[in-house]
C-alpha cells in the first residue's frame, strides 16, 4: 500500500536532517516531536518506513520507541537538539529556537 504524500513528505525531511540515519538515541524525541504534528496512524507508517530501511536491532529499537514514547515524557533537551537538527535540514514543522 503506498504512503500518503504527507507521510513521504516527512520521510524525505528526515532522511534531509539524518542523512546517515536517525541514531538510536533521537528515536523517542523524534517520534515525541513528529506525535505533536501527526497522528498515531502517519507516526506508526513513519516508523515502518524508518525500520525497514534499518537493521533487525535498529528496527525493534524504533518499534519500541514508538511504545516508549507513548508512556514516557521524553527529554525537552532532547526534543529541541532533534527539532534543530530537522530545522537544519528543511523541517518545515520546526524551527531551530525550538517553537513549532
Given at each position: ?6 507521510v ?11 542523512p ?27 516508523a ?11 528496527a ?31 523541517w ?9
Open positions: 500500500m503506498p504512503l500518503p504524500s504527507f513521504n513528505s516527512i520521510l524525505s525531511w528526515l532522511r534531509a536532517g539524518y546517515e540515519g536517525v541514531p538510536p538515541t533521537d528515536y523517542i524525541p523524534l517520534f515525541a516531536l513528529l506525535g505533536t504534528q501527526v497522528g498515531n496512524e502517519e507516526m506508526h507508517a513513519i515502518d518506513e524508518l525500520a525497514s530501511d534499518s537493521d533487525p536491532q535498529s525493534a529499537t524504533i518499534k519500541k520507541a514508538i511504545t516508549d514514547v507513548m508512556s514516557v515524557e521524553p527529554n525537552e533537551g532532547d526534543v529541541a537538539r532533534v527539532r534543530a537538527r530537522l530545522a537544519a535540514g528543511g518545515p514543522l520546526a524551527k531551530p529556537d525550538g517553537t513549532s
